[in-house]
Every structure is written in structure tokens, then in C-alpha cells.
């Protein structure tokens, strides 16, 4: 993905996308996978991430991408659904991403004290094909309650931290290799970030997590 240039502190991006990009794998075979997300932030710093939705490979189903990139203050929430690959042809992406931007860098973006103090999970799901991803460093302060749930046929993931420092996050659906990885996400933050996400994806049904 590339932003558009300029002088700007702070930026927000929603891309919908109907035709394949070069970052997806056209060969991608068609697997039955789904996934819910709700996931909110409120951040004073600078924010750097993106998503990636889609529910079929190449030029085929539907695509959605969205990032936010810049430094000030952000109250976002994102709820969504992706079906995908299953028999009967059908395919699905629903979302909803509310948020309030503002442009306040001298205000909030309180430099970051140097620290050697990290903490750090990964949690992966082989038989569903999930995998979540979490970092932190530059830490001044570090509340954090992340709760992981996997079996064969399901995989929940829910996070709720509060940093001053430096924070890193990463997640991904994808059923297989041969499948189309139907969910990517990736976040950078420096300053202060309140978290909250929650991810399911597997053979249950959706909709069973609450709105964070």
C-alpha cells in the first residue's frame, strides 16, 4: 500500500477494493474460512496500521482494505465479518469503522523514555490457520490481559492493553497454504495506546463474541 504524499501529521485511509492486487496469491484455491473482528483503540502518538479483508483469491469475491496512519489522536472501532471459499459459491465481507481523527501532535506526542523492558506474545492455530502476534518496548507503562482459546476447530483471541511505549500487533487468517488468507492485519503505535480486539475464526458459529 502506498499513501499519498504531502506534509501532513496525520492520515486516514479506507480502500475498497474490487479487482486482485499483486500482494495476493492468484493461485489461491477456494477453503471455506470465516472470521469476526471487533476490535477498538484510542491512541495520542503516532499510528501506523492497516487490514487486509478479502473472501476469495485474485480477481474473484471481495476485497476491502483500510489504514490510519499519522501522528495525533485517535478513537477508532472496527466490527467486521468475512465469509469465504465455501461450496455453494457464496462469499461475504461486512464492516463498519467508526473513529474520530484529530490533528494535535504538539499536545500528544510525548517523546518516548529509552527502555530495555519488553514483553511479547505469539499464539498460532495450525488446524484452523490463525495466527496473533503482540510486542511491546520503550515501556514507561504496560497494563495488559490477553486471553487465548484455541482447539481444532476454533481459535478466539481477545486482547485488552494499555501501553505508554512502543506497541506492535499482527494477525492473520489463512486455512491452509493452497487457501486465500481471508484476514491480515498489522499496527505500529509510539505514545500512549488504549487497545481492545477480539478475533474468532474457525468452524463455530460468528457473531458470538460481544462488542468490546
Known amino acids: 500500500m502506498r499513501w499519498w504524499p504531502g506534509s501532513f501529521t496525520f492520515g486516514v485511509l479506507i480502500i475498497f477494493i474490487i479487482a486482485g492486487t499483486s500482494i495476493l496469491v492468484p493461485t489461491a484455491n477456494s477453503v471455506p474460512q470465516n472470521l469476526t473482528e471487533h476490535s477498538w483503540i484510542y491512541s495520542q502518538g503516532t499510528t501506523d496500521d492497516m487490514r487486509i479483508y478479502q473472501s476469495e483469491a485474485g480477481f474473484h469475491g471481495q476485497k476491502l482494505v483500510t489504514g ?19 461450496e455453494d459459491g457464496y462469499n461475504e465481507i461486512w464492516a463498519n469503522e467508526w473513529g474520530v ?15 530495555e523492558l519488553k514483553n511479547a ?3 498460532k492455530n495450525y488446524e484452523v490457520g490463525s495466527v496473533y502476534s503482540e510486542g511491546y518496548s520503550n515501556l514507561v507503562d504496560l497494563i495488559k490481559d490477553t486471553s487465548v482459546a484455541q482447539t481444532d476447530n476454533n ?15 499482527g494477525a492473520r487468517v489463512q486455512k491452509g497454504s493452497s487457501a486465500v488468507p481471508i484476514y ?8 500512549y495506546l488504549n487497545m481492545r480486539m477480539s ?9 458470538t463474541l460481544p462488542c468490546p
Open 68 to 86: 490510519t496512519r499519522g501522528t495525533g489522536t485517535v478513537s477508532r472501532s472496527i466490527n467486521a465479518q468475512v465469509y469465504g471459499g465455501f
Open 155 to 169: 481459535s478466539v483471541y481477545s486482547i485488552h492493553s494499555e501501553v505508554e511505549g512502543t506497541a506492535r500487533v
Open 101 to 115: 481523527f484529530q490533528n494535535r501532535p504538539s499536545r500528544y506526542s510525548a517523546p518516548i523514555t529509552h527502555s
Open 199 to 207: 478475533l474468532e475464526s474457525g468452524n463455530a458459529s460468528l457473531l
Open 184 to 191: 491480515v492485519m498489522s499496527g505500529a503505535y509510539s505514545g
Open 121 to 123: 506474545l505469539c499464539a
